[in-house]
Protein backbone atom coordinates (compact mmCIF):
# COMPACT_ATOMS: atom_id res chain seq x y z
CA UNK A 1 0.00 0.00 0.00
CA UNK A 2 1.07 3.25 -0.84
CA UNK A 3 0.94 6.09 1.34
CA UNK A 4 2.59 9.62 1.25
CA UNK A 5 5.79 9.05 3.33
CA UNK A 6 6.67 6.69 0.55
CA UNK A 7 8.06 9.91 -1.20
CA UNK A 8 9.87 10.68 1.37
CA UNK A 9 11.46 7.57 2.53
CA UNK A 10 12.55 6.96 -0.99
CA UNK A 11 13.54 10.30 -2.36
CA UNK A 12 16.92 11.75 -0.06
CA UNK A 13 16.65 15.32 -1.60
CA UNK A 14 13.32 15.56 -0.96
CA UNK A 15 13.64 14.70 2.76
CA UNK A 16 16.61 17.34 3.18
CA UNK A 17 14.51 19.76 1.63
CA UNK A 18 12.05 19.53 3.75
CA UNK A 19 14.15 18.95 6.92
CA UNK A 20 15.90 22.70 5.54
CA UNK A 21 12.41 24.28 5.94
CA UNK A 22 11.84 22.86 9.49
CA UNK A 23 14.92 24.04 10.86
CA UNK A 24 13.58 27.26 11.81
CA UNK A 25 10.26 26.07 12.58
CA UNK A 26 11.19 24.66 15.98
CA UNK A 27 12.43 28.28 17.07
CA UNK A 28 8.87 30.29 15.40
CA UNK A 29 6.40 28.44 13.43
CA UNK A 30 5.24 31.66 11.57
CA UNK A 31 8.43 32.43 9.67
CA UNK A 32 9.10 32.09 6.39
CA UNK A 33 12.14 31.35 4.60
CA UNK A 34 14.06 32.02 1.60
CA UNK A 35 13.46 29.54 -1.11
CA UNK A 36 16.31 27.11 -1.30
CA UNK A 37 17.61 27.59 -5.29
CA UNK A 38 20.23 24.42 -5.32
CA UNK A 39 21.64 22.33 -3.10
CA UNK A 40 24.15 19.18 -3.14
CA UNK A 41 24.75 20.32 -6.81
CA UNK A 42 20.74 19.86 -7.84
CA UNK A 43 19.83 22.09 -10.66
CA UNK A 44 17.24 24.98 -10.93
CA UNK A 45 14.15 22.06 -12.69
CA UNK A 46 14.79 19.41 -10.33
CA UNK A 47 14.14 22.22 -7.36
CA UNK A 48 10.93 23.26 -8.97
CA UNK A 49 10.11 19.47 -9.10
CA UNK A 50 10.82 18.72 -5.40
CA UNK A 51 9.00 22.25 -4.12
CA UNK A 52 6.02 21.15 -6.03
CA UNK A 53 6.15 17.72 -4.23
CA UNK A 54 6.35 19.32 -0.93
CA UNK A 55 3.60 21.73 -1.94
CA UNK A 56 1.29 18.91 -3.54
CA UNK A 57 1.54 17.11 -0.15
CA UNK A 58 0.86 20.07 2.45
CA UNK A 59 4.40 19.76 3.09
CA UNK A 60 5.22 23.03 3.15
CA UNK A 61 3.20 26.43 2.40
CA UNK A 62 3.91 28.79 -0.31
CA UNK A 63 3.64 32.47 0.94
CA UNK A 64 2.34 33.95 -2.54
CA UNK A 65 1.36 37.38 -1.92
CA UNK A 66 3.98 38.88 0.19
CA UNK A 67 7.56 37.58 -1.22
CA UNK A 68 10.73 39.55 -2.47
CA UNK A 69 12.21 38.72 -5.28
CA UNK A 70 15.99 39.12 -5.16
CA UNK A 71 18.90 38.38 -7.23
CA UNK A 72 19.77 35.07 -6.16
CA UNK A 73 16.06 33.63 -5.23
CA UNK A 74 12.65 34.77 -3.36
CA UNK A 75 12.97 35.44 0.04
CA UNK A 76 9.78 34.69 2.64
CA UNK A 77 8.96 32.06 0.28
CA UNK A 78 8.28 29.15 2.37
CA UNK A 79 7.36 27.32 5.87
CA UNK A 80 6.58 24.36 6.59
CA UNK A 81 3.07 22.79 7.37
CA UNK A 82 2.13 20.84 10.46
CA UNK A 83 1.54 18.07 8.26
CA UNK A 84 5.15 18.36 7.07
CA UNK A 85 6.58 18.40 10.62
CA UNK A 86 4.16 15.08 11.43
CA UNK A 87 5.78 13.76 8.30
CA UNK A 88 9.25 14.54 8.77
CA UNK A 89 8.65 13.41 13.36
CA UNK A 90 6.96 10.00 11.96
CA UNK A 91 10.24 9.63 9.74
CA UNK A 92 12.28 10.15 12.47
CA UNK A 93 10.43 7.50 14.73
CA UNK A 94 10.75 5.00 11.90
CA UNK A 95 14.26 5.23 11.67
CA UNK A 96 14.60 5.26 15.24
CA UNK A 97 12.44 1.73 15.52
CA UNK A 98 14.33 0.09 12.61
CA UNK A 99 17.63 0.89 14.53
CA UNK A 100 16.30 -0.22 18.11
CA UNK A 101 15.05 -3.81 16.27
CA UNK A 102 18.82 -3.90 14.47
CA UNK A 103 20.44 -3.63 17.80
CA UNK A 104 18.11 -6.35 19.28
CA UNK A 105 18.58 -8.46 16.33
CA UNK A 106 22.68 -7.78 16.48
CA UNK A 107 22.17 -9.00 20.36
CA UNK A 108 20.34 -12.05 19.77
Not at 43 to 69: C, R, Y
Not at 72 to 89: E, N, P, W
Request: charged share 30%; with cysteine; aromatic share 8%.
Amino acid sequence: MFDDLDRLRGNAKLRCLLDHYAQPADENQEAWQDRVMSFDGTEAAPMVKLHGDLLAFGWIEQNSGFTVNQPDGVAACYRITITGQKALKKLMREKKDESESDRWTEAA
